[in-house]
């Protein structure tokens, strides 16, 4: 048994570090690792995990431990949360997982997640377990990504268990294969789908009209009521009731178009129930009326102490923005971030400290990338959805590093330069045209200003200002990562 063998070995090595993580508490040489990253995972781990600094000899054997790839992140959890220094604190089931909360998710627990593992363990399923479940999710191994560690598993002893139960998202995905496409599921598209729903980039909505309409889906040429009866069984699990089928198709023939009656469907009592069954999100309704103009305004840079000015703003007006942010601001201005998010306004990464993308190397781009996208996740529960390049420098290299749409724009204010509200206000309300994507810069007080004017002029010519993705869906065809944006006029 390879497995058993290896867990008896590491079980072996815990035990050695057992007995150093009882110790004297010394100030640690924070500053003599070499790799910082490891060295705060495990400084971490003795916080969250024990509730105390770790002692010199102990962190120095973990930081060994995985610095020399000897150990994998999953394993370390197992020396602390089986140790013999956490085992007699006699912790009760709830203390239990809101620590692995705390140490593995680096969050407080949510009342559903909460319910569903404590009722594991008061329905008998073992710790080991539970904190296997715990290091399998994809929560953890974000952390882990964080630390720059390798993520590993625990395995439990005399059981076999090389896969996971499948989630009720992966099941969500899988049926609608079935339903909407007539087949199963291929492991890439299962697996990319799921991904956006696990992480809160799609709603049920939005995978709806992924498969709905789909080009697979579109060139079977469905007739209006094949396309209501695809409909039924996808959405709501039945067969068309002969009065329902007959009212959809009737509106079908006298005009209303296909993604209005999948909207219909979508916000229906019903698809609400399959959706809280599959604990998805059903998503929100779209306002926007591809009919009437629409323009995207973009701000670079924040956000900063004149941001929350720009929100007020624009949700007087209804309006929302694409905030394109650094991660040092972003650190600064959470709270700010996930206003912005809930306002409908979307986040998009513009470096962690702004330097110019094309003098990097790959992976100095993307360290620029993923430390910002932290921050975002951080207070929106989403990652960026879009990129901008500091100084709309991009070449090649950049384009397919970043692994996000890269979005340029239409109507350069000059703003930063300037800083003048008018000279601000006139560059757009004077180019202003449907489809534009405007650059503006919400760290500035003279750029707030001009906005405050701006948003609601828009608004009275007519104007609906919607973020990039948003523009991208009604005036294009979507963004796909990798590909340069400047306008969809
Ligand atoms: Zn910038």
Redesign the pocket.
């Given at each position: 048994m390879r497995m058993r063998k290896k867990l008896a070995a590491w079980l072996c090595l815990i035990t050695v570090m057992a007995a150093s993580i009882v110790g004297p508490l010394k100030a640690d040489a924070a500053g003599s690792y070499e790799n910082q990253e490891v060295y705060s995972f495990v400084q971490r781990m003795y916080e969250k995990v024990l509730g105390r600094g770790g002692d010199p000899e102990g962190i120095d054997g973990w930081y060994q431990q995985l610095v020399s790839g000897q150990n994998t992140g999953a394993q370390i959890v197992y020396g602390f949360v089986f140790s013999e220094e956490f085992i007699k604190k006699s912790y009760g089931d709830a203390d239990f997982v809101h620590i692995l909360y705390r140490a593995l998710f680096d969050r407080e627990a949510d009342a559903t997640g909460f319910a569903a593992w404590t009722g594991k363990l008061s329905g008998g399923e073992s710790r080991l377990s539970v904190c296997k479940g715990f290091v399998d999710s994809q929560e953890f191994s974000n952390l882990c990504s964080r630390f720059g560690i390798i993520k590993g598993t625990i395995e439990i002893p005399g059981q076999e268990q090389p896969t996971q139960p499948e989630s009720l998202i992966t099941q969500f995905v899988k049926r609608l294969y079935v339903k909407a496409l007539g087949r199963d599921a291929d492991e890439a598209g299962l697996q990319s789908w799921s991904r956006c729903l696990e992480s809160g980039e799609a709603t049920g909505r939005e995978v709806v009209r992924g498969f709905v309409f789909s080009k697979e889906c579109k060139d079977k040429k469905l007739s209006n009521a094949d396309f209501v009866e695809m409909l039924y069984q996808a959405l709501f699990d039945r067969s068309a009731d002969a009065e329902g089928a007959k009212s959809w198709s009737k509106a079908l023939s006298k005009g209303m178009t296909r993604e209005e009656i999948c909207d219909g469907f979508i916000f229906s009592p019903e698809f609400a129930a399959l959706c809280s069954k599959y604990g998805i999100e059903v998503g929100k309704k779209s306002s926007i009326d591809p009919n009437k103009p629409m323009v995207a305004l973009t701000f670079?840079?924040g956000p900063g102490v004149y941001t929350s000015r720009l929100l007020d703003c624009l949700e007087n007006n209804n309006a929302k923005a694409t905030f394109f942010v650094v991660g040092t601001n972003a650190a600064n201005y959470q709270s700010v971030m996930k206003r912005a998010f809930d306002l409908g306004c979307e986040i998009g990464n513009?470096t962690y400290n702004?330097p110019t993308l094309t003098r990097l190397s790959v992976a100095d781009i993307q360290s620029q990338i993923n430390r910002t996208n932290q921050y975002i996740k951080k207070a929106t529960g989403s990652n960026a959805t879009v990129m901008r390049p500091?100084g709309g420098a991009w070449n090649n290299t950049v384009k397919s590093a970043v692994g996000l749409p890269v979005i340029l724009w239409s109507i350069d204010t000059r703003d930063w330069e300037t800083r003048n509200a008018q000279s601000t206000i006139n560059s757009v309300l004077k180019n202003v045209k449907d489809g534009d994507i405007v650059l503006m810069h919400d760290i500035h007080k003279q750029s707030v200003d001009a906005a405050e004017v701006i948003i609601p002029e828009l608004v009275k010519r007519g104007y609906q200002l919607v973020t990039v993705s948003e523009l991208a869906q009604y005036r294009g065809s979507g963004l796909s990562s990798g590909s340069v944006y400047y306008s969809f006029r």
């Open positions: 670079d840079d513009h702004h500091p």
